[in-house]
């Protein structure tokens, strides 16, 4: 070092930087920092260091980061040390003198690229590496474009490691624990492995790009599912004998680490809702505010076209001539929260991002992000796919009935609304927080007509200039009149073991009686609307009187559906009336058949470092034993690793206990999951919460 200047070393002060940075959760044992704050290092010298003014003017400090470091593009910056600093940029003040040690302070810009970098301190011509450190985003730093002023929200969409996934129907949402863990040991690496891998692919080595929040999204979902070096492949509707059901991932480590282990080749298996838990690890793990976010009554590969056709038999049976174009029963993505300085100020806050494939006239087949608001005010020209994102939530769907000369004729339906019910989890609690009202204004209202009515204005012109959107019209005119009317009813859902009651109303708005042929249909689904097998089907023939009403109960019994229900347990109910006159009316509910009960009960006071007992109770609620029983028991903080226990055979109706014993050790609130597999029923989870208290 210069002449009577040497440092000996460099004290980091890691786990005061980290506790101040909100990375004490990362690692306790390297430097992670967010940009746009300061952090501290102390550096010693070998020999007193004296007139430290003088020696100011001589000793700066570089940082490097990135494989091909350039002054030019700002991957490697030398400032010098001053009694000031400078908040807008690399610079560093400082803080603390004596003649053998001197405390530095640190400030990162708050646009810096993200990734790991090296510090250098240079006096003289000589240089020494004081050591390593990593750069995430900061949405506690105002001038950070992922800035988020609620704490309650940083907690919850940077800091919070347990959430839930919503699934089911749009009258049944269903919640699903999900493991993010995005500050478990050795995740930050694969975060930036991830980025590399992705920017490797896309023949994009600049790293300055990792300064913005926008790039880190648009990589990371092509990596989740799109590219050729994917971390999941998509499993479709087939049996994943060859590697992990989706419906089976517990939480985004295992499958982090296992492509990791696999040398970043594809993990199998994934569908929508493991791509957006893993991309909300991943993007919370850098910094970005994220959350999962579930739509039902999804209209997808719509190709940004808000017209979507489901196809049937006379008897009900959902036919799929189009391989691609589909309405889901429910469709799970994310949301980021960024400023949009590439956009209108209106357009920063939530941003959709899908990292589920789809069909797409040009682009990459992943969506966003997407300004949310541009989504509600139907502005489908913004960038990124905001079209897409708008058809599959305003789509109207038409039904088409297949006739026995081969003929499709249309349906008469009530019409069937997309994008229903948009749920997450809410703020510091596990409730189900619907925030449709952010995508969408309420059905039939004259916003929602304004917004459809200028999405068809702009269609036209842009149809006209370019070819980049293929939207086209949105019809806003009301049904035309019907002469009969037929409402179909159930249950929204069952626990399994139950019977099916459907009841269906009839309505004959006519001046005439009407001969009708009435068929009721049930079949199992998967999520993304792939019919697998009709399950049970009847017909009834009456005659409706003029202005008549007539109802019909019905019951469909547990062993016309039981045996194959599917993985995701969805059923759809379907009533098909045709009159004398040829007219066909149809109407459809979908149905959520439940996992029994799997209780967790905790007892009343959880203290810190005392032992407890935890008492996990299984009802069998079916007319035959469930077999070969198996529960796995986990909770970061309760339990340490993974717990397995057999429990053999649950007898018919009735009800085994497990108790299990466990040790906290972390305060504060604390989840415990349990998951169980049979030979009749696969992947039941439940979990729940307690607050442990401090001894």
Aim: include cysteine; glycine fraction near 6%; proline fraction near 5%.
């Amino acid at each position: 070092m210069g002449q009577g200047l040497s440092a000996k070393k460099c004290d980091l002060k890691i786990i005061m930087n980290n506790n101040n940075h909100h990375t004490e959760e990362i690692s306790t044992e390297r430097l992670i920092v967010r940009r746009g704050q300061p952090f501290v290092i102390t550096v010693n010298f070998s020999s007193p260091v004296h007139n430290y003014l003088k020696q100011l003017k001589r000793i700066f400090l570089s940082v490097q980061t990135g494989p091909q470091r350039s002054k030019a593009d700002g991957t490697q910056v030398k400032f010098p040390i001053s009694s000031l600093g400078d908040q807008k940029q690399w610079s560093a003040r400082l803080e603390e003198q004596d003649p053998y040690f001197w405390t530095i302070s640190v400030n990162t810009p708050a646009n810096a690229s993200i990734g790991q970098y090296d510090l250098f301190l240079h006096a003289s011509k000589a240089c020494r590496l004081l050591g390593k450190f990593i750069l995430l985003f900061n949405p506690w730093c105002r001038d950070d474009e992922v800035f988020l002023p609620n704490e309650a929200q940083r907690q919850e969409y940077i800091l919070n490691q347990d959430g839930v996934i919503y699934s089911g129907t749009e009258n049944e949402i269903l919640a699903q624990p999900w493991d993010f863990r995005q500050f478990d040991v050795g995740i930050v690496d694969i975060c930036f492995k991830l980025l590399d891998i992705g920017e490797r692919y896309q023949r994009d080595q600049d790293h300055t790009q990792r300064k913005n929040p926008i790039y880190i999204c648009r990589t990371v979902a092509a990596m989740m599912n799109c590219n050729l070096a994917r971390i999941l492949s998509e499993s479709g509707t087939r049996e994943c004998y060859d590697g992990t059901p989706p419906s089976k991932w517990l939480g985004s480590n295992a499958i982090l680490q296992q492509w990791a282990a696999l040398q970043c080749r594809p993990v199998r298996y994934g569908q929508c809702w493991v791509f957006a838990a893993v991309m909300c690890s991943v993007l919370r793990c850098l910094g970005i505010p994220t959350r999962v976010v579930t739509g039902f009554t999804w209209a997808h590969n719509t190709n940004s076209n808000p017209n979507v056709n489901e196809y049937y038999e006379e008897d009900g049976t959902l036919l799929t001539p189009d391989k691609s174009a589909r309405v889901w029963t429910f469709h799970v993505w994310n949301e980021c929260w960024m400023a949009r300085t590439d956009l209108l100020p209106e357009y920063s806050g939530w941003q959709a991002l899908d990292a589920t494939c789809q069909k797409k006239s040009k682009g990459p087949s992943f969506c966003g992000p997407a300004p949310v608001q541009a989504i509600k005010e139907g502005d489908v020209e913004v960038d990124y796919d905001v079209c897409y994102f708008f058809a599959a939530m305003n789509a109207k769907c038409k039904v088409w009935i297949h006739m026995a000369d081969d003929i499709f004729k249309p349906a008469s339906i009530c019409t069937k609304y997309m994008g229903n019910n948009i749920s997450t989890k809410s703020v510091g609690s596990e409730r189900c927080e619907d925030i449709t009202h952010n995508y969408k204004y309420p059905e039939g209202s004259l916003q929602e007509k304004k917004v459809l009515d200028k999405v068809y204005r702009k269609t036209q012109t842009l149809q006209a200039i370019s070819s980049r959107r293929d939207i086209t019209s949105i019809p806003t005119t009301l049904e035309e009149k019907v002469n009969l009317f037929i409402d179909l009813q159930s249950k929204s859902s069952l626990i399994l073991g139950q019977d099916i009651p459907l009841s269906i109303e009839v309505f004959n708005y006519s001046d005439r009686e009407k001969a009708t042929d009435l068929v009721l249909g049930v079949q199992s689904l998967h999520y993304n609307g792939v019919p697998i097998m009709q399950l049970w089907k009847e017909k009834l023939n009456f005659i409706i009187k003029s202005n008549e009403v007539r109802t019909l109960q019905v019951f469909v019994p547990y062993s016309q559906y039981g045996k194959e229900l599917g993985k995701n347990r969805l059923l759809r109910l379907t009533a098909t009336l045709r009159d004398e006159d040829s007219y066909i009316y149809f109407a459809q509910e979908e149905m959520s058949i439940c996992d029994p009960p799997l209780t967790i009960e905790f007892p009343d006071n959880v203290l810190l470092y005392q032992p407890a007992t935890v008492k996990i109770s299984l009802l069998n609620p079916l007319a035959e034993p469930l077999e070969k029983c198996v529960i796995v028991v986990g909770g970061q903080g309760l339990i340490y690793r993974q717990r397995k226990y057999r429990l053999g055979t649950v007898q018919p109706k009735s009800t085994q206990d497990l108790n299990i014993s466990f040790t906290p050790t972390e305060s504060g609130p604390r989840r415990l999951t349990a998951h169980l597999t049979c030979l009749q029923i696969q992947n039941l989870k439940s979990y729940k919460t307690i607050n442990v208290a401090a001894a």
